[in-house]
């Protein structure tokens, strides 16, 4: 079975740093293709980062400089790197992943629209001062 597990939401302070992470199991593709996508009440969901298994990866320019995705090939691990936080980036945040039809590179160049299969619950990440 296919799922995607995130963890790793909570409070920070602004200006402060959290990391997520995001497990896939149960995929045995040749490559895949992952994303993280947000969330804000009352907000459409926003892709932030997509990233694929052969190694592109498109950050939006919202998070783009402050945020870094990295990948623990051992364990199977998609990290999200957050670092100087700010008040608008509270959000549910949310991962997803699934075979990259097209290719990983269309894929992931177009992360914030592709018809991922596979989410994850989401965790929460509260910006404060």
């Known amino acids: 079975q296919m799922k995607v597990v995130e963890c790793g939401g909570g409070p920070v302070q602004i200006g402060g740093s959290r990391t997520l992470s995001c497990a896939p199991s149960?995929?045995?593709?040749?490559?895949?293709?992952m994303a993280w996508f947000r969330q804000v009440p009352g907000k459409e969901r926003e892709g932030i980062v997509g990233?694929?298994?052969?190694?592109?990866?498109v950050y939006d320019d919202s998070v783009k400089g402050r945020f870094t995705v990295s990948k623990d090939q051992n364990r199977n691990i998609l990290y999200l790197e957050m670092s100087d936080l700010q008040a608008e980036d509270t959000a549910v945040y949310t991962c997803a992943a699934d075979e990259c039809h097209g290719g990983s590179r269309h894929v992931t160049e177009s992360f914030r629209t592709y018809p991922y299969n596979y989410w994850g619950q989401g965790t929460q990440v509260i910006v404060s001062s």
């Open positions: 149960g995929f045995d593709y040749m490559s895949y293709c």
């Open positions: 990233y694929d298994s052969d190694g592109n990866i």
